[in-house]
């Protein structure tokens, strides 16, 4: 006699979305989420490996001026930073530029991960609202997760870390979508206030109760 079997499909892997203000941890919430079978797509990381290809000096070079290259003839992140969040024509010329090559990297990332079977793939995308009308990387997150962190800690965390000035955080994030829509449309939220065994405990949390391997 003999017996059949019959391989079930995987289920697709979760998608999950991190969202949070400048400096509130959302980088490391998103390595909690990822764990060790998951994946992380990092725009952030995408956009400075973009910022780096000689296609891209060669525009910033035209479009700027040799002013925001360094002596390497590379980006100069700090001098193009002082430059578009002085001017906001001069951020919506560079952003025209970045994102498109930063979205096709993280749709393509996204379409690899799923054929891999990293679950789950988190999307620490920094502008994930923002610009959802042209990425659409919104609606393929299965939940999203909203980083709360004081914005006393966030801006001396961003002085200590990034060596920007005190308030840049809260000027930069003006041009943002408000932080209480954010966590508004979030279903977890997780308080990066109390340490990292509070902040671990809490991620477990939220992965037990959608099945996530933690």
């Not at 006699?1 to 979305?17: H, N, Q, R, W, Y």
């Not at 956009?47 to 525009?59: C, D, G, I």
Request: charge should be negative.
């Amino acid at each position: 006699m003999s017996t059949e079997t019959s391989d079930c499909p995987s289920p697709p892997p979760a998608v999950i979305g991190v969202l949070g203000g400048i400096a509130s941890g959302k980088s490391y919430v998103a390595e909690l989420l990822a764990g060790s079978e998951g994946l992380v797509l990092n725009a952030d990381t995408i956009a400075r490996e973009v910022l780096l290809t000689p296609e891209t000096s060669t525009w910033l070079a035209n479009s700027f001026g040799p002013q925001v290259l360094g002596v390497d003839g590379r980006a100069n992140r700090e001098a193009l930073g002082a430059l578009v969040f002085s001017d906001s024509g001069a951020r919506e010329k560079l952003e025209g530029w970045i994102l498109p090559v930063v979205r096709e990297r993280l749709r393509a990332g996204l379409a690899e991960a799923r054929t891999t079977g990293s679950s789950p793939i988190v999307l620490d995308v920094p502008l994930l609202l923002e610009h959802e009308a042209d990425h659409g990387l919104t609606k393929e997150c299965d939940f999203l997760v909203y980083i709360e962190t004081d914005a006393e800690d966030r801006d001396r965390r961003a002085q200590e870390r990034r060596g920007w000035s005190a308030g840049e955080v809260a000027r930069r994030e003006r041009a943002q979508i408000p932080l209480e829509e954010k966590k508004a449309r979030a279903q977890y939220v997780v308080e990066n206030r109390a340490g990292i065994a509070e902040l671990q405990a809490r991620v477990s949390e939220i992965l037990e109760a959608e099945n996530l391997p933690h």
